[in-house]
């Protein structure tokens, strides 16, 4: 989708797209803030 609209082509957005690009964002973030958790629980308990 982002592909597409970047080169140009039209791209039609609908709700169930948007939350599915919303929960994909937020899946990503909670990964990111987990991996950033494990290494401190990593460094405390040396």
Known sequence: MVQKEVVGEDVKMSLIL??????????????????????LYKKVNK
Do not use: G, P, R, Y
């Not at 948007?18 to 909670?30: G, I, K, L, R, W």
């Open 18 to 39: 948007a939350h599915a690009e919303d929960q994909m964002m937020s899946t990503e973030v909670f990964k990111v803030l987990a991996e950033e958790m494990i290494e």
